[in-house]
């Protein structure tokens, strides 16, 4: 039972990395390749703050949410300015500067050593605790968080500026003819994207209580992005159920008793064949109705 409720967990908060990036390449269509840096900086944001000056996780939450925005801000910035694959390799190449230094900023990060100790959440919600010392509390919140997420993308999309951003990704052109400021549009998105994801770092760090940098790779953007693209890009649902799915399909390897040798290249490839017969058979994805281009 408890393994079940850790799956749930980490499920939660890649369904907040899915929405996060879906608001960006599904509604903006924005080909974002490095969303698991947003998440770092929220990550060690929130894990410094707690280890060093005793920041309440909450509180350090929020920050490493505004810092992930602040990073969105200064990528998009400059990045906005190119298009298609141009745009695609510069959100690539900033996932892995933020990577890199995460690995290499010895004095902040430990690099590859990893911030270990990192404290737990500790409150009541609703009258219910929320410590990470019992996982279904810890759910508690993650499920909170999760639907705050969730429902904050579907009003943001249902609004005049989520009609806006549907016309940037339709016909960018056409929505500068009617005069809509399309590059504020796409920033403003971006930022949106990117404090999401900062969320979800802050939960990671605080839920696993040990964050390095190989738990933010530019693979980890790419099975974010694999997410959004499976359950369906522009589709609110459809991230949920692809962040959901592909969480828990490849958990089932664990009780093949494959050695883990094994197990991790083929969760890969496992990734790789469905986003092949999704191009084949359903470009849009699951839930769906927009084809990336």
């Not at 801000?73 to 298009?83: E, I, M, N, Q, S």
């Amino acid at each position: 039972m408890e393994y079940i409720l850790h799956v749930l967990v980490v499920a939660g908060i890649y369904v907040i990395l899915a929405e996060s990036l879906n608001l960006v390449v599904g509604f903006a269509g924005i080909p974002a390749m490095g969303h698991a840096a947003f998440s770092c900086i929220g990550a060690y944001t929130s894990a410094l703050l707690a280890l060093h000056f005793g920041v309440s996780p909450f509180i350090g939450m929020f920050a490493g949410a505004v810092m992930g925005g602040l990073l969105g801000l200064v990528v998009a910035y400059p990045a906005l300015r190119l298009k298609g694959d141009y745009l695609a390799l510069a959100t690539f190449g900033a996932g892995v500067i933020v990577y890199s230094v995460a690995k290499n900023w010895i004095g902040l990060t430990r690099g590859p050593m990893g911030l270990p100790g990192i404290p737990q959440f500790q409150a009541k919600l609703l009258g219910v605790g929320c410590s990470t010392g019992q996982t279904w509390q810890y759910l508690v919140l993650v499920v909170v968080v999760a639907g705050l997420v969730v429902w904050a993308c579907s009003n943001i999309t249902r609004s005049v500026f989520g009609r806006e951003l549907t016309s940037v990704r339709e016909d960018e052109t056409a929505a500068i003819a009617l005069g809509k400021n399309t590059a504020r549009l796409k920033l403003i998105v971006f930022v949106a994207g990117a404090f999401f994801a900062g969320i979800a770092g802050s939960l990671y760090a605080h839920y696993i209580t040990f964050i390095d940098p190989s738990s933010f790779t530019t693979m980890e953007s790419i099975t974010i992005l694999l997410m959004v693209i499976f359950g369906g890009m522009g589709s609110i649902p459809g991230a949920v159920v692809g962040a959901l799915l592909l969480v828990a399909l490849p958990e089932a390897l664990r009780f093949v008793g494959l050695p883990s040798s094994v197990a991790a290249p083929l969760r890969q490839m496992m990734y790789g064949l469905l986003l092949v017969l999704l191009m084949l058979w359903r470009p849009q994805g699951m839930l769906g109705k927009y084809r990336f281009r």
